[in-house]
Each structure stands twice: as structure tokens, then as C-alpha cells.
């Protein structure tokens, strides 16, 4: 592997394109992992890749082996991400307001910041299968979750950045100095910051831990049916049933939340199931979480046109949070924009 390593970048260095792209291919989709965790956007995560890659050709020569080539592409990456940050023209900051949203009803801002995407499972599953470095604090699944993604982004950039390299990927504290080209007495201190931020957002008003559950499980599958089931009939009732006493509804780019199950009910009693609407929901998966394409019956013309994209948050058989994404993250789960009325 070493041989076969050397042999490309050799090639790479001369011109070779094909070479490029055969050494920096098992590295792609966890770069844009990565890139997604720091940034919070799917769209933003795959400029980031296309940046990183147009600058290691163009560095090539400057790799001196020091460190792994997967090491060296992570220092790129994460500096192209920071100049993303901070150059900050495509982030909203104040978001359009959107159809169906009652101010009224909101109980205060939500974290979910205005330029929060969903990350599909499938992309996840191209992942090489690469384990933490021992300095990792994060299990895989949770370090995926929309809960720590949304951590994440009430960081400023620089520490979120040394919390994912250490904390996430298990970098030593002395590579992620020289990733970010500071001290190892500034990543420890930014570290210590980070982490107290992130820990707070993970946990829940009775101070245990908001860890991501194990996905797919059967207990999980009884209630990705039951929500299906609920949502398919209009049956409000049985959707709360669902719900912890606690609930959040969130839809990003809204920057608002909606807490509490009785807010929660009169929402969807209100605008989700109101007389006259029926839905088709189709499961799919997102940050390794169940989510759903949901459709709204369109009387007239004989279809269902898609109205959103749920992500929920679970703990056992309850939901903990929704978080509603618009129809423009659609496509990117395969959902097509139209389903056929059912017979």
C-alpha cells in the first residue's frame, strides 16, 4: 500500500490526473463529513471538498510526507472551511419568513441556525470504514447527529474546528496545532471552551446526556411505523402519543422552536391537520436518524406534491424533537418532487 501510495503521488506530482484522483479517492467522503460538521450544510460541505481538492493538486509538491496524506488533506480541508466562516456571505442571518409559521406560537429562538441542512445516510455509507484516533471523545453516530451539528455551529470557527479534529477524529493536541497553525496551549484552551458549549447543548434539562441512539433498531422501527401510520390517517391523537412532554419543533431557516406537547399539538392541529389535508410519508434516513419526505395531497391535480423533510430525534420508543427542513433538501435523498395518488 505504501509502494502503491508513493508510485500515485509521484505520478500526481508529474501531471497525472488519473493519479490524483485514484490517491485522494478513499479520502473524498469523509473530507466532505468533515467539511459538513464544521460548515453545518450539505451545500457548503461539497464546495469545501471541491476547494480542498483543486488545492492539494495545485500543492502537491509541497507535501513532504511529514505527517499522512490523509492528515495533510484534513489541514487543508479545515482551513478551507475556516475561510469559508470566515468570509460568511452565504449564511442568512435573518431568515425569509415562511408560509404556515405561527410567530405567536413560537416559545422562543431555537439553536438550529438558519443555514442548518440534513445530511443523508446513503452518504454516510460510503464512508471508509476508519475508527476515532484514541483522543476521541464523540461516538460515531452521535458526532453525526443533528443535536452535536447544531453544537457545533454556536462555536466560533477556530474552536469548532479543534473540537472536531480532536474530539471527533482523535487527532493528538500537537497535530491539531500544527493543522490550524496555532499553539498547543491555544487548542487546549479553546478545547476547554468548546467542549463546556457543546456538553451544555447535548444535555437534556435533567442533566443526562442527549447521546444519538443506535440506529435501526427494532424498537426504532416500531416507531417510524407508528409515525407513518399517524401522520397517513391524520390521527393527531396517536402522533402525540409519540411525543415526550418536552418536544421541540424546529424548521430551519426559521431560527424559532416551538416547545412543550400542548404547543406542539395546537401547531399541528392548526396547520399540519387541518380539515381537508392528507399526507403520504416516506421514511428515509438523515445524520443517522429516521426522517421522512413528507407529501401533502394535492386535490386537483391527483398527486402528492412534496411539502417538507422530517428529521425526528428519538430517545427509545418516544420522539424527543422534529426538526422540518423545506423541499429544497429533497432531492438530495432521492425523494422525487411528486407521488401518485394512491388507490
Not at 213 to 241: C, G, H, S
Amino acid at each position: 500500500m505504501e509502494r502503491d501510495t508513493t508510485d500515485l503521488i509521484a505520478r500526481a506530482r508529474a501531471g497525472d490526473q488519473q493519479a490524483f484522483r485514484d490517491l485522494v479517492q478513499g479520502h473524498s467522503h469523509e473530507l466532505q463529513v468533515h467539511c459538513y460538521r464544521i460548515l453545518g450544510s450539505l451545500q457548503d460541505a461539497e464546495d469545501a471538498l471541491q476547494e480542498t481538492l483543486v488545492s492539494a493538486w495545485r500543492n502537491l509538491g509541497d507535501f513532504g510526507r511529514r505527517s499522512s496524506l490523509r492528515t495533510w488533506l484534513y489541514k487543508i480541508a479545515t482551513n478551507r472551511c475556516l475561510s469559508m466562516l470566515r468570509a460568511d456571505s452565504r449564511r442568512p442571518r435573518i431568515a425569509a419568513p415562511l408560509p404556515e409559521v405561527d410567530l405567536r406560537a413560537a416559545t422562543g429562538a431555537g439553536d438550529a441556525p438558519a443555514w442548518l441542512e440534513p445530511y443523508p445516510d446513503v452518504l454516510l455509507d460510503h464512508l471508509v470504514d476508519r475508527r476515532p484516533g484514541p483522543e476521541a471523545r464523540y461516538e460515531i453516530t452521535e458526532a453525526i447527529s443533528l443535536a452535536f451539528i447544531t453544537a457545533l455551529q454556536l462555536l466560533p470557527p477556530r474552536q469548532r474546528a479543534a473540537l472536531v479534529l480532536r474530539d471527533v477524529l482523535g487527532y493528538h493536541a500537537a497535530e491539531v496545532a500544527q493543522m490550524l497553525g496555532t499553539t498547543q496551549e491555544a487548542v487546549s484552551s479553546a478545547l476547554k471552551r468548546a467542549r463546556a458549549t457543546v456538553d451544555n447543548h447535548l444535555a437534556d434539562p435533567s442533566g443526562s446526556s442527549r447521546s444519538a441512539p443506535q440506529p435501526d433498531t427494532a424498537v426504532e422501527q416500531r416507531l417510524v411505523a407508528r409515525f407513518t401510520d399517524a401522520m397517513e390517517r391524520a390521527d393527531l391523537d396517536a402522533l402525540i402519543e409519540l411525543f415526550v412532554t418536552d418536544v421541540r419543533l424546529s424548521m430551519p431557516p426559521a431560527m424559532l422552536e416551538y416547545r412543550g406537547i400542548e404547543t406542539a399539538q395546537r401547531i399541528l392541529a392548526a396547520v399540519t391537520f387541518r380539515p381537508g389535508r392528507a399526507y403520504r410519508a416516506v421514511p428515509t434516513r438523515a445524520n443517522g436518524q429516521p426522517a421522512f419526505g413528507l407529501y401533502l395531497a394535492d386535490l386537483h391535480a391527483g398527486v402528492y406534491r412534496a411539502y417538507c423533510l422530517l428529521v425526528l430525534t428519538t430517545a427509545g420508543d418516544h420522539i424527543t424533537a422534529i426538526t422540518s427542513f423545506t423541499t429544497d433538501v429533497m432531492t438530495r435523498f432521492g425523494l422525487p418532487r411528486t407521488l401518485p395518488e394512491t388507490d
